[in-house]
Protein backbone atom coordinates (compact mmCIF):
# COMPACT_ATOMS: atom_id res chain seq x y z
CA UNK A 1 0.00 0.00 0.00
CA UNK A 2 2.85 2.56 0.94
CA UNK A 3 3.97 1.74 -2.71
CA UNK A 4 0.91 2.83 -4.51
CA UNK A 5 0.29 5.92 -1.76
CA UNK A 6 3.99 7.07 -2.73
CA UNK A 7 3.40 6.51 -6.53
CA UNK A 8 -0.23 8.58 -6.54
CA UNK A 9 1.61 11.65 -4.07
CA UNK A 10 5.41 11.47 -7.04
CA UNK A 11 2.33 12.27 -9.36
CA UNK A 12 1.03 14.91 -7.87
CA UNK A 13 4.28 16.58 -6.89
CA UNK A 14 4.97 16.04 -10.99
CA UNK A 15 2.23 18.61 -11.14
CA UNK A 16 2.63 20.41 -8.84
CA UNK A 17 6.09 21.18 -10.08
CA UNK A 18 5.26 21.60 -13.93
CA UNK A 19 2.69 24.52 -12.66
CA UNK A 20 5.19 26.60 -10.31
CA UNK A 21 7.58 26.42 -13.22
CA UNK A 22 4.65 27.76 -15.43
CA UNK A 23 3.42 30.35 -13.30
CA UNK A 24 6.53 32.03 -12.36
CA UNK A 25 6.44 34.53 -14.65
CA UNK A 26 7.87 38.03 -13.77
CA UNK A 27 9.43 40.11 -16.47
CA UNK A 28 12.28 40.74 -14.55
CA UNK A 29 15.11 38.60 -14.71
CA UNK A 30 16.48 38.93 -11.67
CA UNK A 31 13.21 38.40 -9.66
CA UNK A 32 13.05 35.05 -11.76
CA UNK A 33 16.71 34.25 -10.67
CA UNK A 34 16.41 35.03 -6.51
CA UNK A 35 12.76 33.42 -6.84
CA UNK A 36 13.70 30.31 -8.60
CA UNK A 37 16.87 29.95 -6.12
CA UNK A 38 14.71 29.70 -3.07
CA UNK A 39 11.64 27.83 -4.91
CA UNK A 40 13.45 25.22 -6.32
CA UNK A 41 15.94 23.87 -4.01
CA UNK A 42 14.98 21.14 -2.48
CA UNK A 43 11.43 21.99 -0.93
CA UNK A 44 8.91 19.12 0.18
CA UNK A 45 5.91 20.76 -1.83
CA UNK A 46 3.77 19.35 1.74
CA UNK A 47 1.94 22.66 1.16
CA UNK A 48 0.38 22.71 -2.41
CA UNK A 49 0.20 18.96 -2.21
CA UNK A 50 -1.90 19.13 1.20
CA UNK A 51 -4.52 21.70 -0.69
CA UNK A 52 -4.59 19.45 -3.64
CA UNK A 53 -5.16 16.23 -1.89
CA UNK A 54 -8.02 18.35 0.66
CA UNK A 55 -9.78 19.40 -2.24
CA UNK A 56 -9.97 15.83 -3.84
CA UNK A 57 -10.49 14.29 -0.40
CA UNK A 58 -14.42 15.80 -2.05
CA UNK A 59 -14.43 16.10 -5.47
CA UNK A 60 -15.54 12.99 -8.03
CA UNK A 61 -12.55 11.48 -10.32
CA UNK A 62 -14.36 12.80 -13.45
CA UNK A 63 -13.60 16.41 -12.28
CA UNK A 64 -13.48 19.27 -15.02
CA UNK A 65 -9.92 19.60 -16.53
CA UNK A 66 -10.08 23.24 -16.03
CA UNK A 67 -11.05 22.75 -12.29
CA UNK A 68 -8.22 20.72 -11.82
CA UNK A 69 -5.88 23.20 -13.25
CA UNK A 70 -7.37 26.00 -11.17
CA UNK A 71 -7.00 23.31 -7.93
CA UNK A 72 -3.28 23.38 -9.04
CA UNK A 73 -2.90 26.80 -9.47
CA UNK A 74 -4.30 27.88 -6.37
CA UNK A 75 -1.94 25.17 -4.51
CA UNK A 76 1.61 26.50 -5.38
CA UNK A 77 0.35 30.08 -3.80
CA UNK A 78 1.34 28.37 -0.93
CA UNK A 79 4.66 27.91 -1.82
CA UNK A 80 5.05 31.08 -2.59
CA UNK A 81 4.22 32.51 0.80
CA UNK A 82 6.27 29.65 1.96
CA UNK A 83 9.66 30.97 -0.20
CA UNK A 84 8.79 34.70 1.29
CA UNK A 85 8.64 33.98 4.36
CA UNK A 86 12.22 31.85 3.93
CA UNK A 87 13.61 34.97 2.45
CA UNK A 88 12.55 37.20 5.32
CA UNK A 89 13.68 34.63 7.87
CA UNK A 90 17.25 34.39 6.30
CA UNK A 91 17.60 38.38 6.64
CA UNK A 92 16.00 38.16 10.04
CA UNK A 93 18.49 35.19 11.00
CA UNK A 94 21.16 36.57 9.20
CA UNK A 95 21.51 33.04 7.88
CA UNK A 96 24.98 31.43 6.22
CA UNK A 97 22.91 28.73 4.37
CA UNK A 98 19.10 27.28 3.59
CA UNK A 99 18.75 23.72 2.58
CA UNK A 100 22.40 22.47 2.15
CA UNK A 101 22.65 26.26 0.04
CA UNK A 102 24.44 29.60 0.75
CA UNK A 103 20.96 31.52 1.46
CA UNK A 104 19.81 33.68 -1.03
CA UNK A 105 20.87 36.84 1.32
CA UNK A 106 25.10 35.95 0.75
CA UNK A 107 24.54 36.01 -2.59
CA UNK A 108 22.29 39.22 -3.32
CA UNK A 109 22.13 40.90 -0.18
CA UNK A 110 19.78 41.58 2.21
CA UNK A 111 17.95 44.55 0.43
CA UNK A 112 17.23 42.45 -2.58
CA UNK A 113 16.69 39.37 -0.73
CA UNK A 114 13.59 41.06 1.25
CA UNK A 115 11.85 42.63 -1.93
CA UNK A 116 11.58 39.34 -3.63
CA UNK A 117 10.21 38.16 -0.81
CA UNK A 118 7.65 40.90 -0.82
CA UNK A 119 6.91 40.07 -4.62
CA UNK A 120 6.27 36.37 -3.64
CA UNK A 121 3.98 37.70 -1.38
CA UNK A 122 2.23 39.85 -4.13
CA UNK A 123 2.08 36.87 -6.43
CA UNK A 124 0.28 34.65 -4.08
CA UNK A 125 -1.76 37.16 -3.71
CA UNK A 126 -2.36 37.95 -6.86
CA UNK A 127 -2.94 34.26 -7.68
CA UNK A 128 -5.56 33.91 -4.55
CA UNK A 129 -7.63 37.19 -6.52
CA UNK A 130 -8.08 34.99 -9.96
CA UNK A 131 -10.42 32.86 -7.85
CA UNK A 132 -12.82 35.50 -7.37
CA UNK A 133 -13.65 33.70 -3.82
CA UNK A 134 -14.40 35.67 -1.09
CA UNK A 135 -13.85 33.05 1.30
CA UNK A 136 -10.58 31.63 -0.15
CA UNK A 137 -9.52 35.57 0.03
CA UNK A 138 -10.39 36.04 3.71
CA UNK A 139 -8.41 32.54 4.61
CA UNK A 140 -5.05 33.61 2.18
CA UNK A 141 -5.25 37.25 3.84
CA UNK A 142 -5.83 36.51 7.65
CA UNK A 143 -2.96 34.48 6.96
CA UNK A 144 -0.36 36.38 5.53
CA UNK A 145 -1.44 39.03 8.25
CA UNK A 146 -0.92 36.08 11.40
CA UNK A 147 2.74 35.04 9.13
CA UNK A 148 3.61 38.60 9.27
CA UNK A 149 2.74 38.94 13.46
CA UNK A 150 4.94 35.66 14.03
CA UNK A 151 7.74 36.62 12.05
CA UNK A 152 7.60 39.82 14.78
CA UNK A 153 7.22 37.51 17.42
CA UNK A 154 10.15 35.26 16.40
CA UNK A 155 12.26 38.39 16.24
CA UNK A 156 11.02 39.66 19.75
CA UNK A 157 11.93 36.44 21.44
CA UNK A 158 15.04 36.14 19.89
CA UNK A 159 17.14 36.68 22.76
CA UNK A 160 14.56 34.98 25.78
CA UNK A 161 15.94 32.44 26.75
CA UNK A 162 13.30 31.87 29.43
CA UNK A 163 10.91 31.36 26.57
CA UNK A 164 7.65 28.90 27.75
CA UNK A 165 5.99 26.34 26.02
CA UNK A 166 2.67 28.50 25.64
CA UNK A 167 4.87 31.13 24.14
CA UNK A 168 6.67 28.63 21.78
CA UNK A 169 3.55 27.09 20.71
CA UNK A 170 2.11 30.53 19.69
CA UNK A 171 5.32 31.44 18.12
CA UNK A 172 5.05 28.31 16.04
CA UNK A 173 1.39 28.38 15.02
CA UNK A 174 2.00 31.60 13.56
CA UNK A 175 4.94 31.21 11.58
CA UNK A 176 4.67 27.27 10.56
CA UNK A 177 1.12 25.98 11.62
CA UNK A 178 -1.20 28.92 10.10
CA UNK A 179 -0.21 28.32 6.67
CA UNK A 180 -0.90 24.62 6.96
CA UNK A 181 -4.00 25.06 8.30
CA UNK A 182 -4.64 27.54 5.37
CA UNK A 183 -3.16 25.00 2.66
CA UNK A 184 -6.14 22.13 4.01
CA UNK A 185 -8.73 24.99 4.34
CA UNK A 186 -8.76 26.13 0.97
CA UNK A 187 -8.30 22.72 -0.62
CA UNK A 188 -12.16 22.11 1.22
CA UNK A 189 -12.96 25.04 0.01
CA UNK A 190 -12.30 24.73 -3.66
CA UNK A 191 -13.67 20.67 -3.10
CA UNK A 192 -17.12 21.76 -1.84
CA UNK A 193 -16.78 21.03 1.35
CA UNK A 194 -19.60 22.01 3.59
CA UNK A 195 -18.67 24.90 7.02
CA UNK A 196 -18.38 21.88 9.26
CA UNK A 197 -15.66 20.01 6.92
CA UNK A 198 -14.13 23.43 6.34
CA UNK A 199 -13.21 23.73 10.03
CA UNK A 200 -12.43 20.21 10.61
CA UNK A 201 -9.72 20.27 7.43
CA UNK A 202 -8.49 23.61 9.25
CA UNK A 203 -7.91 21.85 12.60
CA UNK A 204 -6.12 18.66 10.48
CA UNK A 205 -4.01 21.34 8.72
CA UNK A 206 -3.16 23.63 12.46
CA UNK A 207 -2.14 20.44 14.48
CA UNK A 208 -0.25 18.70 11.24
CA UNK A 209 1.74 22.47 11.06
CA UNK A 210 2.41 22.45 15.08
CA UNK A 211 3.84 18.51 14.65
CA UNK A 212 5.60 19.43 11.69
CA UNK A 213 7.92 22.17 13.13
CA UNK A 214 8.14 20.40 16.28
CA UNK A 215 9.39 17.84 14.35
CA UNK A 216 11.68 20.40 12.10
CA UNK A 217 13.09 21.77 15.85
CA UNK A 218 13.87 18.33 16.94
CA UNK A 219 16.05 17.36 13.32
CA UNK A 220 18.17 20.60 13.61
CA UNK A 221 19.54 18.48 16.86
CA UNK A 222 19.01 14.88 15.77
CA UNK A 223 19.32 14.72 11.83
CA UNK A 224 22.17 15.39 9.46
CA UNK A 225 20.11 14.87 6.68
CA UNK A 226 18.03 18.06 6.74
CA UNK A 227 19.45 19.36 4.16
CA UNK A 228 20.71 22.56 6.34
CA UNK A 229 23.46 23.21 8.70
CA UNK A 230 23.09 21.03 11.79
CA UNK A 231 22.85 22.61 14.97
CA UNK A 232 21.57 26.30 13.09
CA UNK A 233 19.14 26.95 15.70
CA UNK A 234 21.69 25.90 18.55
CA UNK A 235 24.33 28.63 16.88
CA UNK A 236 21.61 31.50 16.52
CA UNK A 237 20.61 30.96 20.15
CA UNK A 238 17.09 29.90 19.66
CA UNK A 239 15.28 28.13 22.44
CA UNK A 240 12.72 25.71 21.08
CA UNK A 241 10.73 22.92 22.68
CA UNK A 242 13.65 20.40 23.16
CA UNK A 243 15.55 23.34 25.45
CA UNK A 244 12.57 24.49 27.05
CA UNK A 245 11.64 20.65 28.06
CA UNK A 246 15.28 19.93 28.98
CA UNK A 247 15.35 23.26 30.94
CA UNK A 248 12.31 22.37 33.16
CA UNK A 249 14.11 19.51 35.26
CA UNK A 250 17.69 19.92 34.71
CA UNK A 251 19.99 21.00 37.41
CA UNK A 252 21.16 24.29 38.04
CA UNK A 253 24.52 23.20 36.54
CA UNK A 254 23.25 21.86 33.86
CA UNK A 255 20.57 24.75 33.01
CA UNK A 256 23.38 27.40 33.40
CA UNK A 257 25.72 25.69 31.30
CA UNK A 258 23.02 24.84 28.63
CA UNK A 259 21.80 28.64 29.00
CA UNK A 260 25.46 30.00 28.42
CA UNK A 261 26.33 27.72 25.56
CA UNK A 262 22.81 29.23 24.04
CA UNK A 263 24.24 32.62 24.68
CA UNK A 264 27.77 32.61 23.14
CA UNK A 265 27.74 34.34 20.23
CA UNK A 266 30.62 31.74 18.59
CA UNK A 267 30.01 28.08 19.69
CA UNK A 268 31.83 24.50 18.25
CA UNK A 269 31.01 21.09 17.57
CA UNK A 270 31.90 20.36 20.93
CA UNK A 271 29.84 23.10 22.18
CA UNK A 272 26.89 22.16 20.68
CA UNK A 273 27.62 17.88 21.88
CA UNK A 274 27.62 19.44 25.06
CA UNK A 275 23.99 20.74 24.55
CA UNK A 276 22.86 17.74 22.71
CA UNK A 277 24.11 15.76 25.90
CA UNK A 278 22.34 17.67 28.46
CA UNK A 279 19.14 18.04 26.43
CA UNK A 280 18.57 14.62 26.14
CA UNK A 281 19.81 13.38 29.61
CA UNK A 282 16.70 15.69 30.59
CA UNK A 283 14.30 14.18 27.83
CA UNK A 284 13.91 17.25 25.70
CA UNK A 285 14.08 15.14 22.61
CA UNK A 286 12.21 12.46 24.08
CA UNK A 287 9.07 14.61 25.34
CA UNK A 288 9.21 16.66 22.34
CA UNK A 289 8.48 13.60 20.26
CA UNK A 290 5.40 12.86 22.31
CA UNK A 291 4.47 16.30 22.09
CA UNK A 292 5.15 15.87 18.07
CA UNK A 293 2.85 12.31 18.21
CA UNK A 294 0.26 13.95 20.20
CA UNK A 295 -0.61 16.85 17.77
CA UNK A 296 -0.87 14.09 15.23
CA UNK A 297 -3.15 11.96 16.85
CA UNK A 298 -5.25 15.40 17.14
CA UNK A 299 -4.66 15.80 13.17
CA UNK A 300 -5.80 12.41 12.05
CA UNK A 301 -8.79 12.62 14.50
CA UNK A 302 -9.95 15.45 12.59
CA UNK A 303 -10.58 13.14 9.33
CA UNK A 304 -12.62 10.90 11.09
CA UNK A 305 -16.02 12.11 10.12
CA UNK A 306 -14.93 13.05 6.38
CA UNK A 307 -15.36 11.27 3.38
CA UNK A 308 -14.10 7.67 3.01
CA UNK A 309 -11.35 7.16 -0.07
CA UNK A 310 -8.32 7.24 -1.22
CA UNK A 311 -7.40 11.08 -0.29
CA UNK A 312 -8.63 10.49 3.56
CA UNK A 313 -5.97 7.79 3.43
CA UNK A 314 -3.00 9.74 1.65
CA UNK A 315 -3.58 12.35 4.61
CA UNK A 316 -3.23 10.15 6.82
CA UNK A 317 -0.01 8.78 4.95
CA UNK A 318 1.57 12.11 4.94
CA UNK A 319 0.66 12.47 8.69
CA UNK A 320 2.36 9.61 9.82
CA UNK A 321 5.19 10.36 7.45
CA UNK A 322 6.10 14.06 8.63
CA UNK A 323 6.18 12.43 12.06
CA UNK A 324 9.08 9.92 11.46
CA UNK A 325 10.41 12.11 8.88
CA UNK A 326 14.21 12.36 8.75
CA UNK A 327 14.92 15.46 7.38
Known sequence: ?????????????????????????????????????????????????????????????????????????????FEYLHAATLLHDDVVDSAEFRRGRKAARNIWGNQATILVGDYLYAKALRLASLLENIKIMDVITQTTLLMSEGEVLQLLNLDNFFLTEAQYEEVIFRKTAVLISACCEVGAILGGADERECLLLKDFGKYLGLAFQIVDDL?????????????????????????????????????????????????????????????????????????????????????KNLPNNLYKDLLIFISDYLLERKK
Not at 237 to 245: A, D, F, Q, S
Open 219 to 303: LDYLSEETGKDLGKDFKEGKVTLPVIYALKIASEEEKNTLLNLLKMPDTNKKDFETAKKIIEKNKGFTKSKERAKHYINLAKNCL
Open 1 to 77: MDKEFLKIIKSELDLIETTLKNYLDSQHPFINQVSEYIIFSGGKRIRPLLTVLSAKLFLSEDLDSNYLETIYRTSIL
